[in-house]
């Protein structure tokens, strides 16, 4: 910590004439030299006592870009579907629909496409695999990154389309034979297989036709859902129209189901983000006690400055000033190291935890977004822990005898 005062003379508040008066910007800015002398020879001890600050804000940063990329990429999905979804309601839950109703839906006014989907899961080899069967010709209006091509409805040689994740695991390729066995057996050919930055939602899916799906899981009079596809704007009449049809059918517009998608998202967000703030919080008392409670050298500086003409504002304006350049290089460093997280490590050991069934250190491209948002909080945060850690002790510290001080 520099010696000198934040003016040009022994007692910045007492000049010795009206005319050596210093302005109040010259005074600012001798501080924030000082600020700047301390932070530069200390810089070690504030690199260790940033670690704790430094690790929490990196987890938070990480999970909330990963929350925002999933978020978005879920409603982008739910942006491109149905209008409007209707499911079976079977002792108060969603259950199998009977395929009886389809046509009873496909008449209704309004309506100008249905698409039943049959969605099971089933073992293959070691992994539980979702196995999607829908008509194929409703894959071809579908921008999908994938290798290889989409199947196509072929009754001698079934074909599916697996995802990344499920082939990499399984080690197959496009034009492979995989043999999908649950109530029936059927051998497919693997004609297409999406890439690592394709949706999440297909990393272990499997999508086939949906008759090849009805004798998979032995099921000819039911299908999981129907998805309606309506005329622009007739979304809330058709969904009023298909309740009244029948009193077991549940509608769900696109609006809804984006809106449970939100929620669910944001309250798995919250959660997270709540633990790494209790993270935080914690790193106040290691930022107290590196810096200044376990630093005897920088208390015998501060008694030194009283003893030269400082007066108590003005040292804790200095700390004030240094905790801001390190609440600044802090969150900086944080977000390169959630960068470097998610971009090249695919947000190890993180993703599996906001995304079920993912390995510890996920091969394929995990969705992020850092919004504005994200640095801004992180420094309020950061700013929250260096200034509870330090500025109390440092008035503490100003406020003592100066010999108890230089003990």
């Known amino acids: 910590m520099t010696k000198s005062t934040p003016a040009d003379h022994s007692n910045p508040t007492t000049p010795s004439s009206p005319g050596d008066k210093p302005g109040p910007w010259s005074r600012h800015f001798n501080l924030v030299c000082a600020a700047i002398e301390n932070l530069t020879r200390n810089v070690l001890v504030y690199l260790i006592a940033s670690v704790a600050l430094i690790t929490g804000l990196t987890l938070l940063l990480t999970t909330v870009a990963v929350s925002e990329g999933l978020k978005t990429q879920a409603l982008r999905a739910v942006r491109s579907g149905a209008d409007i979804y209707c499911t079976w309601d079977y002792f108060g839950r969603p259950g199998p629909f009977p395929r009886s109703e389809i046509e009873t839906l496909s008449s209704i006014e309004g309506v100008t496409r249905t698409i039943p989907r049959i969605i099971g899961r089933t073992q293959v080899a070691d992994e539980l695999a979702i196995v999607v069967g829908i008509p194929l010709h409703a894959l071809s209006d579908e921008k999908l990154q994938l290798s290889g091509a989409l199947p196509v ?10 995802g990344y994740e499920l082939a990499r695991h399984l080690n197959l390729n496009v034009g492979d034979r995989l043999t999908l066995q649950n109530v029936s057996s059927i051998v497919f050919q693997v004609t297409g297989i999406t890439k690592t930055t394709s949706s999440l939602w297909s990393a272990k899916a499997i999508v086939c036709d949906i008759n090849e799906a009805v004798i998979l899981f032995d099921e000819p009079n039911h299908v999981s859902d129907i998805c309606l596809y309506t005329l622009t704007g007739a979304e809330r009449r058709t969904q009023e129209i298909v309740q009244r049809t029948h009193e077991r059918v549940k509608a769900q517009t696109q609006e809804q189901v984006r809106n449970y998608v939100t929620l669910g998202m944001t309250l798995r967000e919250g959660v997270f983000s709540g633990f790494f703030i209790l993270a935080l919080v914690l790193a106040i008392g290691s930022f107290s006690v590196i810096t200044y409670h376990g630093f005897a050298p920088r208390r015998r500086e501060i008694a030194l400055l009283k003893a030269e003409g400082w007066n108590t504002t003005e040292i804790i304006e200095m700390i004030a000033v240094e905790n801001t350049f390190v609440s600044f290089l802090s969150t900086a460093l944080s977000l390169i190291l959630a960068i470097i997280w998610v971009r090249i490590f695919r947000a190890a050991m993180i993703a599996p935890v906001l995304i079920a069934e993912l390995p510890l250190f996920p091969e394929m ?17 950061s700013l929250v822990v260096t200034m509870s850690g330090s500025i109390y002790t ?9 010999a108890a001080a230089l003990q």
């Open 153 to 162: 409805p072929n009754p001698d040689r079934p074909q599916v389309l697996i």
């Open 365 to 381: 491209d995990i969705p992020a977004i850092f919004t504005p948002l994200c640095p801004v909080l992180a420094t309020l945060f």
């Open 394 to 402: 440092t008035w503490r510290t100003a406020t003592a005898p100066v």
